[in-house]
């Protein structure tokens, strides 16, 4: 069984800095893209950053530019999305997320990554 656990929100102040780490399992995660989406209160969901294959491409929204880093480690199953300068408007939850069919290509729309796990909750407010 496929599965995505995250961990590492919680509150923060602008300008703060958070570490969110995904752990995987029931897959070969050396195969596959992998993503973090968010979801923001009362919006829909948004490819936040995403990594392929063998980490040689990455892609970042443009609303989080300079400020995340998505890296993952094949080696201990995870994904972790470094997070600095926060502001307000990052708040959401975050998923840790790929998609069903391995392939070293990187999708750039978040319906490709339909696989997710629970999310942990980002708050960022003073």
């Known amino acids: 069984e496929v599965q995505l656990v995250e961990s590492g929100g919680g509150l923060v102040q602008p300008g703060g800095s958070l570490r969110l780490s995904c752990t995987t399992s029931?897959?070969?995660?050396?195969?596959?893209?992998m993503s973090w989406v968010r979801q923001a209160p009362g919006k829909g969901l948004e490819l936040v950053a995403a990594?392929?294959?063998?980490?040689?491409?990455?892609y970042y929204a443009d609303s989080v530019k300079g400020r995340f880093t998505i890296s993952r480690d094949d080696a201990r199953y995870k994904v972790y999305l470094q997070l600095n300068s926060l502001k307000t408007e990052d708040t959401a939850m975050y998923y840790c997320?790929?998609?069903?069919?391995?392939?070293?290509?990187?999708?750039?729309?978040?319906?490709?990554?339909?696989?997710r796990g629970q999310g942990t909750q980002v708050t960022v407010s003073s």
């Open positions: 997320a790929t998609r069903s069919t391995s392939g070293r290509d990187l999708p750039l729309d978040w319906r490709e990554y339909k696989i």
């Open positions: 029931g897959f070969t995660i050396s195969l596959y893209p």
């Open positions: 990594v392929d294959t063998d980490a040689t491409n990455t």
